[in-house]
C-alpha cells in the first residue's frame, strides 16, 4: 500500500538512502523480542550502542553533546526509514527524549559529563516518576513528599505506572517540596538514582502478562540537592517542557501505520474476506486516515522548520492514538476467534502478536497526557473556549 510521493529535497533523498542502507545491513534479522522481557535486555542495550557508534543514536540532541543536531525532517525520514525496516523498539526513549534535553538545559557541567555520555550509550536506563494513585491527569495534586534536611532532600511516597521501572538506573521525578496545598508551586524536579537505600520497585503485571510497568516506593530516599533540575519549588516548568517533547511529532510516523493495514490485508486474504464490502470499507477508511496523518506531519515539520510551535503536539497525539487503536479494532474484527487461537495449526502468522498489539493499542490514549486532556488543550488554546478551572 502507498500514501502516494511527496517531493523531497536532495539533501534529504541522500539522507534517506543513507539510514536505508544502513539499517539493511545492521538490523537484527527477526527484530529483537519486546524490552519488557527482561531476558533480552542487553541485546536492546547492544543494539542502542550499535545506533551511538554509527551516530544514529540521538539525531535531535546538539552536535556539541554527541548528537546530530539534526532538523526535525531529517528525524522524521529516520523514523520512517527506521519503521519501515522492522528496528528494534527504542528502549532508552525515557533519557534520549525527556531527561537528556532537562539535563542540557538545567544541569551543571559535571552532571552533563556524567549523564549524557551514559544516556547516549545506553549505560544508563531511565525511567519518568510522575504519576501517583492520586495524581495523573491532575499532576498538580501529587503528594510524593521531599524534604530538605542539610545537602539533601528526604523523600517519602509512591509512584506508579512506571514505565521500564525494573531496569531502570535513573528516575526524573517530580516530587512535592511545597506545603500540600501548594498545587504546581510547590514541586520540584529531581533526577533519582534508583539503586538509593529506601526505594522498592514493584512490577505490575498486565493482561498480556507483561510487566512493563511498575510501582515505585520510596521511605526515607536521600537525594542530593545538587540533583534538582532548576529551581527548588520549579518543577513545574521543568516538566512541561519534558512533556511537550514527549507529545511531539515524529514519535511514530506514517510507516508503521502503513506496515499494520498491510498485515491486516494479509489476513483479509489468508481468510477470503477481499469481497467483504465491511472489510473493504474499514480499509478504505484506514487507508485515508493514514494518508491525512502522514501530510499533517508534513505540515507541522514545515511549521516547526519555520519557527512556528503550536498546539500540533496536541493534535499530532490525539490523532494518532485514535487511528492506531482503529487500526488494531478492524485487525481484531478480521481476526475473529482466531486471534485468541495460540500455537494452534487453525492461528494465522502474525495473530498472536496482532493481539497483543491490539490490547497495547489502548495506552497511547492515555500515556502523555490523556486523550480527553488534548481536547482540553485544543478547546483552549486552538477553539478559545473558557478554560478549565484550575486549583
Ligand atoms: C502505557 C503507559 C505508560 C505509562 N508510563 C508512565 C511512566 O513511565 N511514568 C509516569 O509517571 N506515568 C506513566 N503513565 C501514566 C499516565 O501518565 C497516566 O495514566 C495518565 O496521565 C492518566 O492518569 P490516570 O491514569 O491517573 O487517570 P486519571 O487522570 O485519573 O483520568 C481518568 C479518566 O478521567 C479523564 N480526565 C481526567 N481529568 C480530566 C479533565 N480535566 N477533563 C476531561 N477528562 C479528564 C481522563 O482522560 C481519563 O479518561 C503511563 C501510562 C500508560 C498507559
Request: aromatic letters at 8%; a negative charge; one cysteine or more.
Amino acid at each position: 500500500m502507498t500514501t502516494g510521493q511527496q517531493q523531497e529535497s536532495r539533501a534529504l533523498a541522500e539522507w534517506r538512502a543513507e539510514i536505508r542502507a544502513w539499517l539493511e545491513a545492521n538490523v537484527p534479522e527477526g527484530g529483537l523480542p519486546d524490552p519488557e522481557a527482561g531476558a533480552i535486555l542487553e541485546e536492546h542495550r547492544a543494539w542502542e550502542r550499535t545506533l551511538f557508534e554509527a551516530g544514529y543514536a540521538a539525531l535531535h540532541w546538539p552536535v556539541e553533546y554527541g548528537g546530530k543536531g539534526a532538523d526535525l525532517d531529517a528525524r522524521i525520514v529516520f523514523q520512517e526509514e527506521y519503521e519501515r525496516a522492522g528496528a528494534p523498539l527504542r528502549m532508552n526513549l525515557g533519557g534520549l527524549m525527556l531527561a537528556g534535553p532537562t539535563i542540557m538545559k538545567y544541569g551543571t557541567l559535571e552532571q552533563k559529563e556524567f549523564w549524557l555520555p551514559a544516556i547516549l550509550r545506553c549505560d544508563h536506563l531511565w525511567c519518568q516518576g510522575f504519576s501517583e494513585p492520586g495524581a495523573g491527569s491532575d499532576l498538580a495534586g501529587l503528594r510524593t513528599s521531599a524534604v530538605v534536611d542539610g545537602e539533601d532532600l528526604v523523600v517519602n511516597g509512591q509512584k506508579i505506572w512506571t514505565s521500564g521501572g525494573l531496569h531502570a538506573d535513573w528516575m526524573f521525578a517530580m516530587v512535592r517540596t511545597g506545603d500540600p496545598q501548594s498545587g504546581h508551586r510547590g514541586i520540584t524536579y529531581v533526577m533519582i538514582d534508583m539503586r538509593t537505600p529506601g526505594i522498592d520497585v514493584r512490577p505490575i503485571t498486565q493482561i498480556n502478562r507483561q510487566t512493563g510497568f511498575c510501582e515505585v516506593f520510596f521511605t526515607d530516599v536521600r537525594v542530593p540537592l545538587a540533583n534538582v533540575m532548576g529551581e527548588l519549588d520549579g518543577g513545574w516548568q521543568v516538566a512541561m517542557e519534558a512533556l511537550a517533547h514527549e507529545r511531539g511529532a515524529g514519535r511514530r510516523t506514517y510507516v508503521t501505520f502503513l506496515n499494520d493495514l498491510a498485515q491486516i490485508r494479509r489476513f483479509v486474504t489468508a481468510l477470503g474476506q477481499e469481497d467483504d464490502t465491511a472489510v473493504r470499507e474499514d480499509l478504505g477508511r484506514l487507508l485515508t486516515a493514514v494518508t491525512v496523518y502522514r501530510h499533517h506531519v508534513g505540515r507541522t515539520v514545515a511549521d516547526a522548520m519555520r519557527g512556528h510551535v503550536g498546539p500540533e503536539a496536541s493534535y499530532n497525539k490525539l490523532y494518532w492514538s485514535e487511528m492506531n487503536a482503529q487500526i488494531h479494532e478492524v485487525g481484531m474484527r478480521v481476526l475473529a476467534g482466531r486471534a485468541e487461537l495460540q500455537d494452534d495449526e487453525k492461528s494465522l502468522p502474525g495473530a498472536e502478536k496482532w493481539q497483543d498489539a491490539y490490547w497495547f493499542s489502548r495506552a497511547p490514549r492515555i500515556f502523555a497526557g490523556t486523550n480527553q486532556i488534548q481536547k482540553n488543550i485544543i478547546s483552549e488554546r486552538v477553539l478559545g473556549l473558557p478554560k478549565e478551572p484550575r486549583r
